[in-house]
């Protein structure tokens, strides 16, 4: 075949320190488009992002010659310093080292938009903890849950 032909379709999952709730309106309004636009100069497409204050869930369209934790290691760097650099008051800002990354089919997308577009609904009933665990568990992936939070 003379060239590639893919549809890698991603929802990742990943929170502040600790935790911390960080995420509020103000910020993320600017915040997700800013991550947008880390995310499409790494040549991805960032279909939909959303959260609470302690967690993003973003479902993507990632290239076939890019590895998630380079990508996840630029979004998070990135981020992080335009958080620092846009919110004086936010100088202990940081996110968690690690992330939850799912395969998605395409067609599952109207389910996760619909999903990450919820978030504030959702977590009004399921924290986040709880949350990542079921996720965890609905992907078959295995996890020591005392490992997952710090």
């Known amino acids: 075949m003379p060239g590639t032909y893919s549809q890698l379709l991603l929802h990742i999952v990943f929170s502040t320190k600790q935790r911390q709730p960080w995420l509020t309106d103000e910020i993320t309004q600017r915040l997700y488009p800013y991550i947008g636009g880390i995310i499409r100069a790494e040549k991805g497409m960032l279909y939909a992002i959303g959260g609470v204050e302690d967690h993003v869930h973003m479902y993507l369209r990632w290239k076939t010659d890019g590895t998630i934790s380079d990508l996840m290691r630029t979004v998070k760097a990135r981020s992080s310093k335009w958080v620092h650099e846009t919110f004086a008051t936010h100088a202990a800002f940081a996110w968690q080292e690690g992330y939850g990354v799912f395969s998605v089919s395409k067609s599952q997308e109207d389910a996760v938009k619909k999903y990450i577009a919820g978030q504030r609904e959702h977590h009004k009933q399921e924290e986040f903890k709880s949350e990542l665990v079921q996720l965890f568990r609905l992907h078959g992936i ?9």
């Open 142 to 150: 295995d996890f020591e849950e005392k490992y997952l939070f710090d």
